[in-house]
Nanobody, 122 residues
Framework: VQLQASGGGLVQAGGSLRLSCEVSGRPFGNYAISWFRQAPGKEREFVAAIGWSAGTTDYADSVMGRFTISRDVAKNTVYLQMNKLSPEDTAAYYC????????????????WGQGTQVTVSS
């Protein structure tokens, strides 16, 4: 499984960005795609997850109501729509995949894309 993340950039506080994660070579059966982020000097943290088959979603409390995760099955792509961004959202964002249900623990994920940098200016 290969994941290709894109869509990061520089945006002012209150603005929006949409990240994309293109998944290729996906394994047979159900799997989950999640977004994590890591700011300098901080641990990698869970942001949002989506079950590929059923489309069920979950979010970290810090992004609930501002971020939306979705998937386009035909394009094998997962999106993270980020609205009302604040400087606290500045981080490298990573998409990750695992077979079965999603978890919020990054060590449970087998496949990772490269990070895409999101910088929010105040």
């Amino acid at each position: 499984v290969q994941l290709q993340a894109s869509g990061g950039g520089l945006v002012q506080a209150g603005g929006s960005l949409r990240l994309s994660c293109e998944v290729s070579g996906r394994p047979f059966g159900n799997y989950a795609i999640s977004w994590f982020r890591q700011a300098p000097g901080k641990e990698r943290e869970f942001v949002a997850a989506i079950g590929w088959s059923a489309g069920t979603t979950d979010y970290a409390d810090s992004v609930m109501g501002r971020f939306t995760i979705s998937r386009d099955v035909a394009k094998n792509t997962v999106y993270l729509q980020m609205n009302k961004l604040s400087p606290e959202d500045t981080a490298a964002y990573y998409c990750a995949a695992k077979r079965g249900d999603y978890y919020t623990d990054s060590y449970r994920y087998d496949y990772w894309g490269q990070g895409t940098q999101v910088t929010v200016s105040s």
